[in-house]
């Protein structure tokens, strides 16, 4: 198994998200080390998230199991049944389709880092809880729940 070097790993930083659902999530940033890795099975991202950020829009997935593991720092998970801190050594498991929403943010004044893996299906629909917002894995963009394209993307 090939070592990555992460210096080697492109850091995109914010979400795609159209604005303004985008500003929350503006500074944090990823490095996709399944990619990087040749994985196509499953995706592992090295997430960052700085004080103050989100890590995504309140969000629940169709068709793909979800899981955070927590390197370093403190973040609050929010899901619909209330809110959980997470610390370095914590993980948190999001099975597909239970429609429960979740994102985390980052509510102490230090750097968060945690690795997020998904199981990559291509039918999986994503849908945000609080917001009119929703985009499918297969082409990655993101529309209102009526199907309707926002306007740019």
Not at 97 to 106: A, E, L, Q
Not at 123 to 147: A, W
């Given at each position: 198994?090939?070592?990555?070097?992460?210096?080697?790993?492109?850091?995109?930083?914010?979400?795609?998200?159209?604005?303004?659902?985008?500003?929350?999530?503006?500074?944090?940033?990823?490095?996709?080390?399944?990619?990087?890795?040749?994985?196509?099975?499953?995706?592992?991202?090295?997430?960052?998230?700085?004080?103050?950020?989100?890590?995504?829009?309140?969000?629940?997935?169709?068709?793909?199991?979800?899981?955070?593991?927590?390197?370093e720092g403190e973040v609050t998970l929010i899901e619909d049944g209330g809110?959980?801190?997470?610390?370095?050594?914590?993980?948190?498991?999001?099975?597909?389709?239970?429609?429960?929403?979740?994102?985390?943010?980052?509510r102490s004044s230090a750097m968060a880092v945690y690795l997020e893996v998904?199981?990559?299906?291509?039918?999986?629909?994503?849908?945000?809880?609080?917001?009119?917002?929703?985009?499918?894995?297969?082409?990655?963009?993101?529309?209102?729940?009526?199907?309707?394209?926002?306007?740019?993307?």
């Amino acid at each position: 198994m090939p070592k990555i070097d992460l210096a080697t790993v492109p850091v995109r930083p914010g979400s795609g998200y159209p604005p303004p659902f985008d500003a929350p999530c503006a500074a944090r940033t990823r490095r996709r080390l399944g990619d990087a890795g040749g994985l196509s099975d499953f995706g592992v991202n090295l997430m960052t998230l700085p004080a103050g950020s989100w890590s995504s829009q309140r969000h629940w997935h169709s068709h793909e199991d979800e899981l955070v593991y927590i390197l370093e720092g403190e973040v609050t998970l929010i899901e619909d049944g209330g809110e959980t801190i997470l610390k370095a050594g914590d993980c948190a498991t999001f099975a597909k389709n239970t429609g429960n929403g979740h994102h985390m943010i980052n509510r102490s004044s230090a750097m968060a880092v945690y690795l997020e893996v998904g199981s990559r299906n291509p039918q999986d629909l994503i849908t945000c809880s609080d917001i009119d917002m929703m985009s499918g894995s297969s082409d990655g963009r993101f529309v209102h729940k009526d199907g309707t394209p926002y306007t740019g993307s």
